[in-house]
């Protein structure tokens, strides 16, 4: 079994409309969960880190994570053209040691 | 805050040479920093674990007689790739461990194409 999982996608959604991200990890001790953005040729950018259950939100993006169902999303709000990338999940099971990174998603705004 | 760099950001060579990749945090200390690979359409590979001062962790799979990882300060660690043939060609890109935030930073990358 995969450590973090997520959908490749593509996935498509229209500007404006809401983008929904998902990712599981399989170790229940994790402790820390991030979301970064890659655009294609460049490296990853951090968007969002969260490290307890419930929602978390900066501008746009809203990261969810419920430790129960070993479930960590993102959602992001009026979709724009500039927010087609690939989202990588990452997972820390140790505070300070190495994340694990999901295949990541890759996402398609619509003008 | 929290800029890494990396240098070369490309590199063509010949099979056989060695290549050196700099990373440096340039406005905070690292004790670690992070080594990736990432082939096209692929996702992120940690190739190694680098701590100031000591020698580095490498993953499974990951030659470390190939790929030399120095650490040497809190601000710089270094990645050469020894004798490189074209399979090697890869995006590389490392990161610094934010150690307050426990949140990782990456730099820029370095595409290496190795004829």
């Known amino acids: 079994q995969k450590e973090v999982e997520q959908n490749s996608g593509p996935l498509s959604v229209p500007e404006g409309a809401i983008a929904s991200l998902n990712c599981t990890y399989s170790d229940r001790g994790s402790q820390s969960f991030f979301w970064y953005r890659q655009y294609s040729g460049k490296s990853p950018e951090l968007i969002m880190s969260i490290y307890s259950n419930g929602d978390k939100e900066d501008g746009r993006f809203t990261a969810q994570l419920n430790k129960a169902s070993q479930y960590v999303s993102l959602l992001i709000r009026d979709s724009q053209p500039s927010d087609s990338a690939t989202y990588l999940c990452a997972v820390n099971l140790v505070y300070g040691q190495n994340f694990v990174f999901g295949p990541g998603t890759r996402l398609s705004v619509l003008p | 805050g929290a800029v890494v760099s990396q240098h070369p950001s490309w590199v063509i060579c010949k099979s056989g040479t060695s290549v050196k990749i700099e990373c440096r945090s340039l406005?905070?200390?690292?004790?670690?920093m992070f080594w990736y690979r990432q082939f096209p359409k692929q996702s992120l590979m940690l190739m190694a674990t680098?701590?100031?001062?000591?020698?580095?962790?490498?993953e499974q799979g990951v030659e470390k007689d190939k790929f030399l990882i120095n650490h040497a300060s809190l601000t710089l660690s270094t990645l050469t790739v020894t004798s490189a043939h074209p399979e090697d060609s890869s995006f590389y890109i490392c990161?610094?461990?934010?150690?307050?935030?426990?949140?990782?930073?990456f730099g820029p990358g370095t595409r290496l194409t190795v004829l």
């Open positions: 990161s610094a461990d934010l150690r307050d935030s426990n949140e990782q930073f």
């Open positions: 680098s701590n100031e001062g000591s020698k580095a962790t490498y």
């Open positions: 406005d905070f200390q690292a004790t670690t």
